[in-house]
């Protein structure tokens, strides 16, 4: 068991393929029967590929648990999902940056980092293995910031080759909530997608990017060269990477947490599985409904902690396309509970550039006009469920249904460009887990 502070705690690792490290499934398991457990608590982070970093999530928020439970009667193990995510080294997390006294430490003269920092490009290469020319092309773009389109154009060729996968790929069938097809930001113009993502990142309050002069980051808008657009470029670059954690996310939770979920139904029958997810952890957690055997019964709750993905995944029929419904229209029926969906307003990581990175080529939307039809279910709910919930964080937890908990009241801290994204760590959270799950309750 890992150094996690609730306990009993497990470990379960996946590959980007979602095949599960057999070993850490097979202790689960036995753990589950041994532990004579009632209730098991299965997370998955969103955007984080520091396997220590995800034990530090998942320490910070399991902690309020045990005083949580007031009530003897139920015995809860733990369980952290570990899959192959990817964080950009610049976006501020509460609680997670480096201490007061490290920024101190930093002589204010400094030169600024590269666009690239060896961080972030270690990280790019375990993500995107065998893809090394592809970076040092990149790299080498961000941080000259040629004053030309043709740059532009080649930029945007080599992100979308960087995150390109075999086309017999299981992620293929993972990309997209609702509607199928590539995203626009990668196949439309590219210095009109620079532009977008750099008025994006002035009105999300972002300053100078790693590696930029303050005086290109004061150059107006429009006017002034086009080097001023090479901060909406690495946004690109973000979103890009994003899009395809985002379709591994499906994949991971279909092909691998599904089916370990449905052994653990066989191997202890009477365990009460709750998941919750994070970011594209929630994008996972809600496929796993979709590849669990049809005989298993065992998830009673699912809670979205700032799910980074459609708003209307669990509808029946899409308010602009009545002949389709999302992507995971139904899943929700195999929950023996509630499907709970945190949201807050301070999001801007959903709010912002989510609509912006998830509208599809060749839809007829404006890039100014993609928030509601591209809107992600951690900015603003459950959309277009009918039956579905609306209440505010206190308020009592539906026991059945999908229901949205607007919790903007403690989901509300964090720096451009991502604003609140990753402030989930909070006892008021933890509680929706454990009353959404009616976990000590008879």
């Known amino acids: 068991m890992a150094g996690v502070g609730v306990k009993p705690y497990w470990e379960l690792p996946f590959d980007a393929d979602g095949d599960v490290a057999q070993r850490q499934r097979d202790a689960l398991l036995a753990g589950a029967v041994r532990e004579r457990l009632t209730d098991l608590v299965v997370f998955s982070h969103g955007w984080n590929n520091d396997k220590s970093m995800a034990t530090r999530l998942y320490t910070r928020f399991f902690e309020p648990f045990p005083e949580l439970l007031v009530d003897g009667r139920a015995r809860v193990g733990y369980v952290g999902v570990l899959w192959p995510a990817l964080r950009f080294t610049d976006e501020p997390i509460p609680d997670f940056d480096p201490s007061p006294q490290a920024r101190a430490d930093t002589p204010a003269e400094a030169a600024p980092e590269p666009a690239l920092t060896d961080a972030l490009r270690r990280q790019l290469a375990v993500a995107f293995p065998g893809r090394d020319l592809l970076l040092d092309r990149i790299a080498q773009l961000l941080a000259e910031r040629p004053d030309a389109r043709s740059a532009f154009d080649e930029f945007a060729r080599l992100v979308r080759e960087l995150i390109a996968v075999p086309e017999d790929s299981p992620d293929l069938r993972h990309a997209t909530d609702s509607g199928d097809g590539t995203p626009g930001m990668l196949t439309d113009d590219a210095l009109e997608v620079c532009e977008v993502l750099t008025a994006a990142l002035r009105s999300a309050g972002a300053g100078a990017w790693p590696g930029e002069t303050a005086e290109v980051e004061r150059q107006p808008l429009f006017g002034g060269g086009l080097t001023r657009v090479w901060s909406g470029a690495h946004e690109l670059l973000r979103q890009g990477c994003y899009y395809a954690i985002k379709r591994r996310a499906g994949t991971v939770g279909r092909l691998g947490l599904g089916p370990v979920l449905g052994k653990l139904a066989d191997a202890a029958p009477a365990v009460r599985v709750h998941l919750v997810g994070h970011s594209f952890g929630g994008r996972l957690v809600s496929y796993a409904l979709s590849g669990l055997p049809r005989s298993a019964r065992n998830v009673k709750s699912v809670t979205l902690l700032q799910g980074a993905f459609s708003h209307y995944a669990f509808a029946a029929q899409l308010p602009f396309d009545r002949a389709h419904g999302g992507a995971l229209n139904g899943v929700q029926r195999r929950i023996d509970g509630p499907l709970v969906a945190c949201h807050s307003s301070h999001d801007d990581a959903l709010r912002t550039f989510y609509p912006l990175a998830s509208k599809l080529a060749g839809d007829a939307t404006s890039f100014l006009g993609v928030f509601d039809r591209w809107g992600a279910v951690g900015f603003d709910g459950i959309q277009a469920v009918d039956g579905a919930r609306r209440i505010r964080l206190g308020e009592a937890v539906p026991a059945t249904g999908c229901v ?31 009353e959404a799950g009616r976990i000590g309750r008879d």
């Open 404 to 434: 949205s908990v607007d919790a903007s009241a403690v989901v509300r801290r964090g720096g451009p460009p991502v604003g609140a994204h990753s402030d989930i760590c909070h006892p008021e959270l933890a509680r929706v887990v454990l």
